[in-house]
């Protein structure tokens, strides 16, 4: 059984149709790319997935433990809590907290801790903080961001904001991550560093990851399999090697490089 199961899915604006009948699979720990010409449903379904909006029709369906759950509907931070987690494309994070902090709100929207152990401040408290600030400690520091962890997010160049929504993203412990376009803006070595990044995530963190990028050579470096949008539609699916020889995916990018 797939751990996502997404079944002829369709968001209509109107009339227009953003994402029509898409069919996708996603299994536990793959890396998955989602590439695609511009307005082609990528951000769409990702919005779908992760409750920004409801589908106009179709299924989505996550396996957990055995366990079918409908997705479809239902809120975002109820996706959250099973285990869907996503970055932005506009970057979203608290500009005027730290990064430290940033990451604790992340990791607090999961830990909803005991009413009376908070308040109270009870010995337990203290622990669950200091676990807390570990792990966050960890993962700041896996994306080589522990030195910045006072300074204020807005100070921070936008390459390492775009790390820090990386990391708070997977401070609510995702089980699938949805990573839109996690490299636009930055610069061939920051764009090297964090396709490393990303692979190690995936092998450290055993998770799935779905990644929209326009950057090819990241996409076909890093992902396992690929699916290709355009005009709302899966138009082809398969390796890298399979997707960069299709006919239609050649046609859908003008005849250029793939
Ligand atoms: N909220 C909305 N209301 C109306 N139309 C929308 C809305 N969101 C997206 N669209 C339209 O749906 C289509 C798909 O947009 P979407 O942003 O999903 O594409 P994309 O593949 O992510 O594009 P890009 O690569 O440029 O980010 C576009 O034609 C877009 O204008």
């Keep these: 059984?797939?751990?996502?199961?997404?079944?002829?899915?369709t968001k209509n604006f109107g009339g227009l149709a953003a994402v029509s009948q898409v069919d996708i699979s996603l299994e536990k720990n793959?890396?998955?790319?989602?590439?695609?010409?511009n307005g082609a449903g990528k951000t769409t379904l990702f919005n779908l997935l992760t409750g920004v909006y409801v589908p106009s029709s179709g299924e989505v369906t996550l396996e957990v433990e055995g366990k079918s759950t409908r997705l479809n509907g239902m809120k975002s931070y109820k996706?959250?809590?099973?285990?869907l987690s996503r970055t932005f494309q506009n970057i979203r994070l608290?500009?005027?907290?730290?990064?430290?902090?940033?990451?604790?709100?992340?990791?607090?929207?999961?830990?909803?801790?005991?009413?009376v152990t908070s308040v109270l401040r009870l010995p337990k408290f203290y622990k669950i903080e200091k676990d807390l600030k570990n792990k966050a400690l960890e993962l700041l520091s896996l994306f080589h961001l522990v030195d910045k962890k006072d300074t204020l997010t807005k100070n921070l160049p936008y390459g390492q904001q775009r790390r820090l929504e990386i990391v708070r993203a997977l401070a609510t412990e995702p089980q699938i991550l949805f990573l839109d376009e996690p490299a636009a803006g930055m610069n061939p070595n920051e764009t090297a560093d964090l396709t490393n990044l990303i692979r190690e995530v995936q092998e450290k963190f055993k998770i799935t990851?779905?990644?929209?990028?326009?950057?090819?050579s990241l996409v076909m470096d890093v992902c396992e399999?690929?699916?290709?949008?355009?005009?709302?539609?899966?138009?082809?699916?398969?390796?890298?090697?399979?997707?960069?020889?299709?006919?239609?995916v050649i046609e859908a990018y003008l005849g250029g490089e793939v």
């Excluded at 059984?1 to 899915?9: A, C, E, R, S, W």
């Excluded at 608290?94 to 009413?115: G, P, Q, S, W, Y």
């Excluded at 990644?211 to 090819?216: F, P």
């Design 30 to 37: 793959e890396l998955v790319g989602l590439i695609g010409p």
């Design 209 to 216: 990851i779905v990644l929209i990028e326009h950057d090819m």
């Design 1 to 9: 059984m797939p751990l996502l199961t997404v079944d002829n899915l």
């Design 94 to 115: 608290f500009k005027d907290l730290t990064v430290m902090e940033n990451v604790l709100i992340a990791m607090n929207a999961k830990h909803k801790e005991n009413f």
């Design 225 to 248: 399999r690929i699916y290709v949008l355009e005009y709302g539609r899966v138009i082809a699916k398969g390796t890298p090697d399979e997707v960069k020889t299709n006919q239609s």
């Design 79 to 83: 996706i959250a809590e099973l285990g």
